[in-house]
Antibody, heavy 117, light 111 residues
């Protein structure tokens, strides 16, 4: 199993960024996937989850990002996305994509998002 | 404030045993939701250490064990080794918040 995040970078408050997570080594279309973030020097914070397409592909998000962040997936490319809008300085963190089997079994290496003016 | 409460730090000498607690409530651990544990060595991504309360993924030494009772869970590490020095996080699901929840993390120092 391999998960490779990309798309992080420096963005100004109020800006947008789209993260990608390329998956391999398992049947992506059957997998639930989650995003977890970790602010500098802080603990882990769940961001959101997307169900498998066969289970409806519905999404859930944590309260701090609800209405601003959108999870999506492209099963044909085994890729997970996180569209982040209305970014705030508090969103500065390393963002990890994970497989979600209730336990978060596999993690990517993370991509750093810095929100600063 | 994390929904699941862990001690900020624990320590032990090589060869000793340490326990990391994870305290929840009736809307998460106490409702029967499983607890999972992750190990994060500084500068690296977290790694699944224990799933479904007591199960070790392949490759995790049997020095690590987990338990759950009531609204709490514990991770026990025996025969402590220098390589165990890391941050440890518990995770479950909270039905009143409808979100995945983590503990605040525990830094294990091997003396």
């Amino acid at each position: 199993v391999q998960l490779v995040e990309s798309g992080g970078g420096l963005v100004k408050p109020g800006g947008s960024l789209r993260l990608s997570c390329a998956a391999s080594g398992f049947t992506f279309s059957y997998a639930y996937m989650s995003w977890v973030r970790q602010a500098p020097g802080k603990g882990l914070e769940w961001v959101g989850r997307i169900k498998s397409t066969t289970d409806g592909g519905t999404t859930d998000c944590a309260a701090p990002v609800k209405g601003r962040f959108i999870l999506s997936r492209d099963d044909s490319k085994s890729t997970l996305f996180l569209q982040m809008n209305g970014l705030k300085t508090d969103d500065t963190a390393v963002y990890y994509c994970t497989t979600d089997n209730d336990s978060l079994d596999y993690w990517g290496q993370g991509t750093l998002v810095t929100v600063s003016s | 404030q994390s929904v699941l409460t862990q001690p900020p730090s624990v320590s032990g000498a090589p060869g000793q045993r340490v326990t990391i607690s994870c305290s929840g409530s009736t809307s998460n651990i106490g409702s029967g939701y499983d607890v999972h544990w992750y190990q994060q060595i500084p500068g690296t991504a977290p790694k699944l250490l224990m799933f479904d309360n007591t199960h070790r993924p392949s490759g995790v030494p049997d020095r690590f064990s987990g338990s759950k009772s009531g609204t709490s869970a514990s991770l026990v590490i025996t025969s402590l080794q220098a390589e165990d020095e890391a941050d440890y996080y518990c995770q479950s699901y909270d039905s009143s918040l409808s979100v995945v929840v983590f503990g605040g993390g525990t830094k294990l120092t091997v003396l």
